[in-house]
């Protein structure tokens, strides 16, 4: 009897240890979850700012997103000038660290305006409006982006001639039409980016700023759009490569939130 | 994107409205309608419509859609907009309500509970849908709630519940407020004793079907009208006709921000309502267009010329940086004015996303 009483005693203190063990198990499982939902949903919002949230959905849920579309958006790219010849005489880390310091402001100017940066391409730049989210004033923000960036590297020159630097100079080419938005790449690297004739025709107009000795072009397209409160004087047409006809741009002068609409100068 | 409880501790600032004397007759109004006085008041009470339209979406005006699921759908619209303020208070009123809180991490974390029906599903997934308004969803959409079990009446409920959540969302997450204590009360070991006389006191009861309120001639008639045989028509009406009725801004300020709102989500019927309204205040149309395609103009007064692009930022955000954005615009403001231009973009936020029950018809 005694026997069968410490028996049924030693089952309950190791039921009773199995179950604590167990629960403890539990517990931390769950933990561990609730810490892993929280990465994923960080991991989710930061996505959130490469590529549209429901492409960022297919993706966490189908590990891949065939979702494609056509949109409008406004295609802004940026480019150093000359920047080429400067690095042949700077010293490699102080080189990156330029490139960064440029990257880091210019980046910001475009994302405080509800751009989105879609790649750096050696020193240029590509950013979006209207690709993420929509939105009806997508070229009134490039164009604010673009002088946002003007003030920002103006900024970034006074910091280098401090420190005894040479000054960067960009061109930004700006052009707004239809592009083919989706997840593009092959199974090492993918991205979610835009084709089309549109963002083509976007960096051919930024390197025009070096023909025309300015630092903010913008096609036909996006004046057509544009807030009349920007001030743009037009350029004459030149030929680019890839496109049978001169190409018109307008440089981007000045934004005047009190000056009246007006009618772009003609060359 | 969503916020979890382990994302709860986001960056929320200060309060942007300081506290104001509430009159005792508004205190009272607002003890009778929710059964308590929320921190809340004190902070709003500068802005009676705007107390009074919260009270009445936190009574639930629901006659038609099971409680249950709207209690959901306000969780998880509070998540989509990372509102901390309603997420804090949405969790703990269903933890007093008995889930528990495995059940509210499951559903936060991918709003796929094996508890759900198929009709619960379709409605979160609207309701996500419509928060995100990326695009704004549209009439097949709603049609998809219809064929997913829910009557069109219990379906217009459901989009009333997300929508609504925007407004009490914005004024939550724009103006900063603090956490309310209840939200700390849950987690005292009090609260299981106390629990069942708080759900019995908090729950709202399912309401008797009421026909839209008559006459039905204000802002956005359509959309109350949309909602005919729900308790939620009137409190549309009522909380719509109290803000333009509201002398702090001027209508025309309160349906420019009505406008921009519209044109940011895509939605005709609010820019067309805004139209009429801005017609009938000598605004021509021509310069409307220039207006909203620019948002701004050398004819609009300081005033509007700030809240006009502040309007478009209420639409979609980050809560940090909607509330740096609120406490500039809030600089050259009154509190009241603050709290009256918070009010009316969370509103036509609301009006705007609620419209797909027109857009079905």
Not at chain 2, 202 to 226: F, K, L, N, Q
């Amino acid at each position: 009897m005694l026997i069968l009483a410490a028996a049924l005693a030693a089952v309950v203190v190791a039921l009773v240890l199995w179950l604590g063990h167990t629960r403890r198990t539990a517990a931390a499982l769950e933990e561990r979850l609730a810490a892993a939902a929280g990465s994923l949903e960080s991991l989710q919002q930061a996505f959130a700012r490469f590529a549209p949230a429901q492409v960022v959905e297919d993706i966490i849920a189908q590990g891949v997103s065939t979702r494609s579309e056509k949109k409008e958006v406004t295609v802004l790219f940026a480019d150093l000038k000359d920047f080429t010849a400067l690095a042949e005489h700077l010293d490699p880390d102080l080189l990156v660290r330029i490139l960064n310091g440029y990257f880091e402001r210019l980046s910001r100017a475009i994302t405080n305006h509800r751009g989105h940066v879609a790649k750096f391409i050696g020193d240029g730049i590509l950013a979006l409006f209207g690709a993420l989210e929509e939105n009806p004033w997508q070229t009134n923000d490039a164009a604010h982006a673009a002088l946002a960036m003007r003030a920002a590297l103006a900024d970034y020159n006074a910091a280098l001639a401090a420190d005894g630097l040479p000054a960067l100079a960009m061109g930004v080419g700006i052009h707004r039409g239809t592009v083919v938005a989706g997840v593009i790449g092959s199974a090492e690297l993918i991205e979610y980016g835009v084709i089309g004739s549109a963002v083509n025709l976007a960096a051919r107009v930024q390197e025009l700023t070096r023909a025309h000795a300015v630092d903010v072009l913008v096609t036909a397209a996006v004046r057509d759009a544009l807030d009349p409160r920007f001030t743009l004087h037009a350029l004459p047409p030149l030929e680019v490569k890839g496109l049978p006809a001169p190409v018109g741009t307008f440089a981007v002068d000045r934004f005047d939130a009190e000056t009246r609409a007006q009618t772009p100068s003609t060359p | 994107m969503g916020l979890s409880a382990a994302a709860a501790n986001l960056e929320w600032g200060e309060c942007i409205v300081p506290v104001a004397p509430v009159p005792p007759a508004l205190r009272a109004e607002v003890r009778k309608a929710v059964g308590a006085v929320p921190g809340w008041l004190a902070r709003l009470a500068p802005s009676p419509w705007l107390v009074r339209g919260l009270c009445e979406i936190i009574k639930r005006p629901i006659a038609h859609a099971p409680l249950e699921v709207c209690d959901l759908v306000t969780l998880v619209v509070s998540q989509e907009n990372s509102c901390r303020y309603c997420y804090g208070v949405q969790r703990a009123v269903l933890k007093i309500f008995g889930q528990r809180d495995e059940y509210i991490d499951a559903l936060v974390r991918d709003g796929q509970v094996g508890e759900l029906t198929p009709a619960a599903r379709a409605a979160l997934d609207l309701a996500r849908r419509l928060t995100r308004a990326n695009p704004r969803p549209g009439g097949a959409d709603f049609e998809a709630l219809v064929r997913a079990g829910f009557s069109r009446a219990a379906a217009a409920e459901v989009v009333f519940a997300a929508a609504g959540n925007a407004i009490t969302n914005r004024v939550g997450t724009l103006l900063a407020l603090p956490p309310e204590p209840l939200v700390s009360f849950v987690a005292s070991p009090v609260f299981r004793l106390v629990r069942p006389l708080l759900a019995w006191r908090m729950r709202p009861r399912p309401r008797a079907p009421e026909p839209a309120p008559h006459p039905d001639d204000g802002p956005c008639a359509a959309v109350v009208a949309a909602l005919d045989g729900s308790p939620a028509a009137g409190v549309l009406r009522r909380t719509i006709d109290g803000a333009w009725a509201s002398a702090v801004l001027p209508r025309r300020t309160k349906t420019l921000m009505l406008a921009v709102i519209a044109r940011a989500l895509g939605c005709a019927h609010g820019e067309g309502e805004a139209r009429r309204l801005l017609a009938a205040e000598g605004l021509p149309p021509a310069e409307l267009d220039g207006i909203l395609a620019n948002l701004g103009s050398p004819r609009l007064d300081a005033r509007e010329a700030r809240l006009l692009p502040f309007a478009r930022e209420t639409v979609r955000y980050q809560p940090a940086a909607i509330q740096r954005r609120t406490r500039e615009v809030a600089q050259g403001l009154s509190p009241e004015e603050v709290l009256e231009a918070v009010g009316i973009a969370a509103l036509a936020n609301a009006v705007c996303r609620m419209s797909v029950v027109i857009d079905a018809c």
